[in-house]
């Protein structure tokens, strides 16, 4: 068996380290373009920007996402997973108090995600272009957030009306989240979380 130059192995050694460094890259432009999203709007967030707070360069940036639309899409998506991630590791082995798992669901709809992902609403109903990626994303990380809250109320939707009311508890946060966006809505949110919660130790049981 012949022997291997260091000429010939040192590609595979070297890749790792440039997959990892592209992989950190990626995820910088991403919580940058949340960040600029819920700080600036649609307008103010163009890729240089971006790249900027994110300590890269517009090339860097272009190379990762080949347009404003998509690095923008992409950002929502990313940060819409890591939440709902966060969601389920809030309750790894289940909880049967209602009212946390109301309250992490509301948690979902305020902050930088959902204060970006209304820009990007506005912007997609302004821009052809845009609109139907935003819907897409928006039906995909809606159906995983129903999942979760299913999941976490261990609701049975084969039980008439569960569904719809679980939906409802999700539309209800997301009013909560718009409600949030101007004033500190913390007094009046706590009180409609606990009374959601007896709601649905109610109609689920």
């Known amino acids: 068996m012949g022997v291997v130059s260091m000429t010939e192995t040192s590609p595979v050694v070297d890749r790792g380290p440039k997959q990892d460094r592209s992989r950190v890259t990626r995820q910088r432009l991403l919580e940058a373009a949340v960040a600029c999203l819920a700080e600036h709007g649609w307008a103010g967030s163009t890729v240089s920007v971006v790249a900027e707070r994110a300590g890269v360069s517009r090339g860097a940036a272009q190379h990762h ?4 639309e998509d690095l923008f899409t992409a950002a929502v998506e990313y940060v819409a ?22 309250a992490a669901v509301v948690d979902l709809f305020t902050g930088p995600l959902f204060r970006a992902a209304l820009h990007l609403w506005v912007a997609a109903s302004n821009e052809e272009q845009l609109r139907s990626r935003v819907t897409e994303l928006e039906a995909r990380v809606g159906r995983e957030t129903h999942r979760i809250a299913v999941d976490l109320l261990r609701a049975d939707e084969t039980v008439p009306g569960v569904r719809e009311t679980v939906q409802g508890l999700l539309d209800m946060a997301r009013g909560l989240g718009l409600a949030n966006l101007l004033t500190d809505d913390t007094g009046r949110r706590d009180k409609v979380v606990a009374q959601w919660a007896a709601l649905l130790d109610e109609k689920l049981g």
């Not at 996402?65 to 404003?68: E, G, K, N, S």
């Not at 997973?81 to 009212?99: C, N, Q, Y």
């Open 65 to 68: 996402f080949r347009t404003r």
């Open 81 to 102: 997973e890591e939440r709902s991630l966060a969601l389920r590791a809030l309750f790894p082995e289940g909880t049967a108090d209602r009212r946390a798992v109301v």
